[in-house]
Each structure stands twice: as C-alpha cells, then as structure tokens.
C-alpha cells in the first residue's frame, strides 16, 4: 500500500525566512497531494493541494511542488510569520483501486516555529 | 468545515466500557472518514464510508465499529476491545468537485481513559 514520509519532523526558523517541508510517497499511481496546517488543539485545516498532472502551484506565500519521477512533493512557505507555526501534514490518495476511495495516507507531520 | 460537528470535545472512558463518538456533516457529502491522532504519528484511518449502508475498514479498525444509517451521520464507537484508546479522534467527509478529492475535518473529540 501507500506510504507517506515528511521531513523534518521539527523546523524552526526566523521571522520572514523561508520554510520548505519535504514529503516522499510509494505508489507511483498516486493522484492527488493536499498539504494541512493544525493548530495546537484544533482541525486539520487545507492549506493547498496539487495534482498529478500540474508540476506546481502557487497560493500567495504558499507553493507546492511534485516531481512525479521521483515520487516527492514539498511545501514553500516564503516570508513566514509567527502565525504559520503549526503541524504540517502532507498526504497522498493512492491511485488504482485505492484511489476509488479516496482515501488520504498521511505524513506524519512537521512542526514548523517561527521565531519573530 | 463549519459543516462538520463532532461531540462531544472531552470524552472519558471507564475501563470495559464501550462509547460513541457523534460526528454529523450538513454539507451533503457522500463520504465520510474517522481518523485517530497520537503524538508524533500524523493521522491513521480507522473506518471511512463511501455511502449509506457502506463503509470499510481502514488501516486500524480493530477495536472500533461504525454505522452510517444515515448521510449526514457517521458514529465511531470504541469498545472495550480497543486497549489503548485515548488519543484525538478526527471526522471528516469529501467533496468531489470535478477532480479533486478534497476532506473536510470536524473539530475533533478528545478521549481519555480514567
């Protein structure tokens, strides 16, 4: 089945640095890669996702990028602010059978700081 | 995600003690998931339902049942065969909108073991 690894586990940067969370998949039949923010205590929030037939997208200071051949996608946080800090978590739909229902195999998260 | 209420927020359980987890969505979803969260492990699927009358086991399931009699309603109950139960237990349901498979969570209940 699907596996799903996100490093670091741990990020801790500057106020107005960069952040860049990177998660690798298995099945290269996957189709579907959403990226979410958790706050301490509360939902998984969508922040941004992508698809297997776009290379990247863009929201704002938020980028995600998938190499298909590789079989890794990451998250770019530009300019961050004290407010980003939260659990990120990448997750993947396995295609096939799999992907029939939708399932989402998650990361196990990354705990960005940023430090004003 | 307004759409998507869980209750209660706090649960305490007994030992041999069997309790249910509400979650209830309005958004006229067709599916519907639970999710258990522990620290450090991300979220792992216990049960999902695709539709009313159906649902599947996920990739932890022992120990938990579900029923979804109806669409907006999908409780997870943990019996006392779940040994470890406490942690943050998530719902969610999916919209499809052309391609995208996107999921909704609920705001999550909290069990503990007294």
């Known amino acids: 089945g699907e596996n799903v690894e996100q490093h670091p586990s741990t990020l801790s940067v500057q106020e107005g640095d960069s952040a860049v969370i990177k998660c690798t998949y298995s099945?290269?039949?996957?189709?579907?890669f959403p990226w979410y923010k958790q706050e301490l205590g509360k939902r998984p929030q969508l922040i941004i996702d992508?698809?297997?037939?776009?290379g990247e997208k863009k929201d704002q200071r938020i980028a995600v990028t998938l190499n298909k051949t590789a079989k890794h996608f990451s998250l770019h946080i530009t300019e961050t602010q004290p407010e980003d800090s939260a659990v990120y978590f990448c997750?993947?739909?396995?295609?096939?059978?799999?992907?029939?229902?939708?399932?989402?195999?998650f990361g196990t998260g990354t705990l960005l700081a940023v430090q004003p | 995600d307004g759409g998507i209420t869980q209750s209660p927020k706090y649960l305490f359980r007994k030992e041999g003690q069997n309790v249910t987890l509400s979650c209830e969505q309005n958004?006229?979803?067709?599916?519907m998931y639970w999710y258990r969260q522990d620290p450090g492990q991300g979220l792992r699927l216990i049960y999902y339902?695709?539709?009313?009358?159906?649902?599947q086991k996920g990739d932890i399931a022992e120990g938990y049942s579900v029923s979804r009699e109806k669409k907006e309603s999908f409780p997870l109950t943990v019996t006392s065969a779940q040994k470890n139960p406490t942690a943050f237990y998530l719902c969610?349901?999916?919209?499809?909108?052309?391609?995208?498979?996107?999921?909704?969570f609920g705001p999550g209940t909290r069990l503990l073991v007294l």
């Open positions: 099945d290269s039949a996957s189709n579907y």
């Open positions: 958004l006229n979803h067709d599916a």
């Open positions: 992508i698809r297997s037939n776009v």
């Open positions: 969610a349901s999916r919209v499809t909108s052309g391609k995208v498979e996107t999921q909704y």
């Open positions: 997750a993947a739909t396995p295609g096939g059978h799999g992907g029939a229902t939708n399932k989402l195999i």
């Open positions: 339902s695709q539709i009313v009358n159906d649902f």
